[in-house]
Nanobody, 128 residues
Framework: QVQVVESGGGLVQAGGSLRLSCTVS????????IGWFRHPLGKEFEGVSC????????YYPDSVKGRFTFSRDNAKNTVYLQMNNVKADDMANYYC?????????????????????WGRGTQVFVHS
């Protein structure tokens, strides 16, 4: 059984940094394309960082480009989302999603639906 667990959320000062983690059990990360999504209160679900199953160049929307960075540690079966220069608009519940290949990173982030597995999310609060 595949399980996805996000962690690392919390309260961050605007302009500060936070690193989110997503640990997968039950299946190797290399089997999936991976996407980080967020759901701000009262707003739409948004893809903020997506990579295809071959771990190509990550896709970032303009809202986070230059501030967020996707990375992974295959040995730990974990992916990360480094958030720098955090803004008030970044406050949301962040989810890690796994997608069955083949996938295209940009298509994943823009489609918002179609993922095979996801976690319960980790909440990011921004104090401005």
């Amino acid at each position: 059984q595949v399980q996805v667990v996000e962690s690392g959320g919390g309260l961050v000062q605007a302009g500060g940094s936070l690193r989110l983690s997503c640990t997968v059990s039950g299946s190797p990360l290399s089997s999936y394309a991976i996407g980080w999504f967020r759901h701000p209160l009262g707003k739409e679900f948004e893809g903020v960082s997506c990579v295809d199953e071959s771990y190509g160049v990550p896709y970032y929307p303009d809202s986070v480009k230059g501030r967020f960075t996707f990375s992974r540690d295959n040995a730990k079966n974990t992916v990360y989302l480094q958030m720098n220069n955090v803004k008030a608009d970044d406050m949301a519940n962040y989810y890690c999603t796994l997608w069955n290949p083949p996938m295209t990173a940009q298509v994943m982030c823009k489609s918002r639906v179609g993922f095979a597995y996801w976690g319960r999310g980790t909440q990011v609060f921004v104090h401005s």
